[in-house]
């Protein structure tokens, strides 16, 4: 075997080795959020999560709806682990709900807005956010909020905070059914 068939075999055999490294270190399970126990204010949950539960949180809502002129108000807290070297980048929630709207209505929303607190949670950076339906008729819809994240540690555990106002004029209604938290991506410190 001469230098250059040495040097194109070398050349191979790196490749391939770097290959290997690179899909081991992709098949890897990647961290996330862990979720826990959730307390409420002012609406119940009907699947309190029983141990911690991984990426994703679907939580349903027994009663937060308003209609005829009402407001519901229903302030939710989720208990956070975050794994040690990591904290959160960014965190999605989903909302699942209806609205109806008669001709006569100025309609229906929904707003929220977001706190974060202890671990590595950090603290919110995004504005109160609304969603006005004011259509008429029956609406079935999915909302998604992207919050963006800023922390201030390192791992550990903390509490998500979600504020939740439905609110109806007369003649409409809103009901919020179901609320999933998405656990987001999670940088190294």
């Given at each position: 075997m001469n230098f250059k068939?040495?040097?194109?075999?070398?050349?191979?055999?790196?490749?391939?080795?770097?290959?290997?490294?690179?899909?081991?270190?992709?098949?890897?399970?990647?961290p996330s959020i862990s979720f826990g126990a959730i307390t409420t204010v002012g609406c119940s949950v009907a699947n309190q999560p029983t141990g911690s539960v991984r990426t994703t949180l679907p939580i349903t809502l027994d009663n937060i709806s308003a209609s005829e002129g009402q407001r519901q108000r229903c302030i939710l807290r989720a208990e956070t682990f975050i794994p040690s070297g990591f904290f959160v980048k960014d965190i999605q929630i989903l909302y699942e709900a209806s609205a109806k709207v008669s001709s006569m209505s100025k309609g229906a929303s929904l707003s929220r807005t977001y706190s974060f607190s202890g671990g590595a949670v950090g603290q919110a950076i995004s504005l109160p956010k609304t969603t006005n339906f004011t259509s008429n008729g029956s609406n079935e819809f999915a909302e998604q909020d992207d919050i963006t994240v800023l922390s201030a540690s390192c791992g550990g555990q903390g509490q998500l905070g979600i504020n939740i106002i439905a609110q109806s004029s007369p003649?409409?209604?809103?009901?919020?059914?179901?609320?999933?938290?998405?656990?987001?991506n999670l940088s190294p410190c």
């Open positions: 068939q040495f040097g194109v075999l070398l050349s191979i055999s790196t490749i391939f080795g770097m290959n290997v490294i690179v899909t081991k270190t992709l098949a890897q399970d990647l003649g409409s209604s809103i009901d919020i059914s179901k609320i999933v938290i998405l656990s987001g």
